[in-house]
């Protein structure tokens, strides 16, 4: 983010004197702050395939492996519908939920590099009380630790980025967050399809093996330079311009510093960030930043598919060894999707991958309904041509889901929000994500065993409103400059009513300006 996000209507004229090179020091903090994505990533992918795993289930919860057991050839809906078992799952969710708030007050108050730190220790104590649990007791603390790491890396981790990177490259940058997010489902499923071979103990290596992405984290985060815009908000101006010349590349800082002084400023008149949400002119960043695109991006049903790919192929009828190779396919379209929308994000925008990766999710939910429908439950076998079919077709959204609302739906918000309410904002992002996460986490496998593949029509049909939520109401933001998105809210048909007028520039303006 160039400039920290100007309330100031005079700052916006200056964003046209910013001035920045890529160096070898931006490249290597962008790369350590966003391996906060990697334990996200890591839990995703493990979680679900640990939940799957013989050994795992035969020692915590033996009723399901006995009935996993008579069902071992068969389709089954309900084959792991067990709440305790998806409260393994969404215990983390539920603690990164109210963490945040925590994170919230250190990423204002220490900086966003603190926070990560501090993530980076919780996450790792998570992960060995994780691998050495004698009993759900110590599954479910070692749950809330990872959940309390990954609030206070979701917290940080998205405004790090977006506050490190110039406005032209922005969405890039940010979503090396997801990037990373990717990468750690992907690597967390082929750990998964390893270790299922090693009995009894191997569900436990699964397990501890998230204290790497930890450690690698914590350990390079000592050496993270803090981000421009904390440190002036923190009052220590030199060493913040001195920063803010190492990652631009260029002694000529002085209007890009001036803006971030004038933010500060700002921000310092707010006592009372939260409270401050609410107000009228910040309704547009609350309604679309705050709450619609963190709760939308849940309500796509991906997470449902990350969490229990293992257990949704091996429902369909896949062997144990095979449900956890199908995984890893997909996790890697996860990987391939991210990176196009790396490429293209700041050349289409944002709009243009929210909507048109819609029309392919809805596509795709109703394919595997229609098939769900057909061919599967009342304890049928699948056919290995249906199973092949069902998983090309979870391959496709995946890819559409992993260029679209995955990592639009952390880098968009992040870019609503001006600097006077940005980290208590990015705790609301992180808050409604994770209860949405936690809800579809405990609700998904008891939703499957009873609506069965009406649960995929279902989604469809969220995904329909989302899609109309983002036509209507969300402005394009590509390219502009986060001190200037607020001018965005003046010319919108919608929000121009919540806005008060502050100066003459409008919406259209701007953005002709910045294609120009």
Not at 104 to 114: D, E, F, L, Q
Not at 464 to 469: A, G, L, T, Y
Request: aromatic share 12%.
């Amino acid at each position: 983010m160039a400039g920290g996000g100007i309330v100031d209507p005079k700052g916006g004229a200056r964003a046209h004197l910013y001035e920045y090179r890529i160096t070898s020091y931006f490249v290597f903090a962008c790369i350590v702050g966003s391996l906060g994505g990697s334990l996200f990533g890591y839990d995703l992918g493990v979680s679900g395939g640990v939940t799957s795993m013989d050994d795992f289930l035969k020692e915590f919860f033996p009723s399901i492996y006995e009935r996993k057991q008579e069902h071992l050839k068969e389709t089954d809906y309900c084959k792991y519908d067990n709440q305790i078992l998806t409260l393994f799952t969404s215990s983390l969710y539920l603690a990164a939920l109210l963490s945040t708030f925590g994170a919230s007050h250190i990423t204002r108050n220490k900086g966003r590099r603190a926070s990560i730190l501090c993530g980076s220790v919780s996450f790792f104590l998570g992960a060995i009380l994780n691998a050495s649990a004698q009993n759900i007791a110590m599954l479910i603390m070692g749950r809330v630790l990872l959940g309390i790491g990954i609030g206070f890396g979701n917290q940080a981790v998205p405004l790090y980025l977006s506050e490190m990177a110039p406005a032209k490259i922005r969405g890039a940058v940010n979503q090396l967050f997801q990037l990373t997010t990717c990468l750690g489902i992907f690597i967390a499923n082929f750990v998964n399809y390893g270790v299922e071979k090693i009995h009894p103990w191997g569900w436990r290596l699964s397990l501890g093996l998230a204290a790497v992405p930890a450690t690698l984290m914590f350990v390079g985060g000592l050496f993270l330079p803090e981000t421009p815009n904390s440190l002036v908000e923190q009052g220590r101006l030199e060493e913040g311009r001195k920063i803010l010349e190492k990652v631009r590349g260029t002694s000529k800082v002085d209007a890009e510093f001036q803006d971030l002084i004038e933010a500060s400023e700002a921000a310092k008149a707010i006592k009372h960030p939260f409270r401050n949400l609410l107000k009228r002119k910040n309704r547009p960043q609350l309604v679309l930043g705050g709450i619609g695109i963190p709760a939308f991006q849940q309500l796509t049903g991906n997470n449902s598919i990350l969490f229990y790919a293992p257990v949704i192929f091996q429902s369909l009828g896949f062997g144990s060894g095979a449900s956890l190779y199908s995984s890893a396919i997909t996790s890697g379209a996860l990987v391939v999707a991210t990176l196009i929308s790396m490429a293209l994000v700041d050349k289409f925008g944002r709009r243009a991958f929210f909507l048109e990766a819609g029309c392919e999710l809805i596509f795709c939910f109703v394919a595997v309904a229609i098939t769900l429908a057909l061919k599967f439950g009342d304890g049928k076998t699948i056919s290995k041509g249906t199973g092949i079919f069902l998983v090309i077709v979870i391959f496709v959204f995946v890819l559409a889901y992993g260029r679209s609302w995955g990592p639009l739906g952390w880098l968009v918000p992040s870019e609503l929000f001006p600097l006077e309410t940005r980290s208590a904002g990015q705790s609301m992002v992180v808050c409604v994500n994770m209860l949405f996460t936690a809800l579809i986490a405990q609700c998904f496998l008891g939703a499957l065993c009873h609506l069965k593949y009406g649960i995929f029509l279902l989604f469809a049909g969220l995904i329909f409103i989302m899609s109309c939520f983002i036509y209507f109401l969300l402005p394009e933001t590509k390219q502009v400059p986060i001190e200037e998105i607020h001018l965005l809210w003046k010319d919108h048909w919608f929000w121009k009513r919540y806005c008060e007028s502050e100066d003459g520039v409008k919406a259209d303006e701007l953005q002709e300006r910045n294609r120009t």
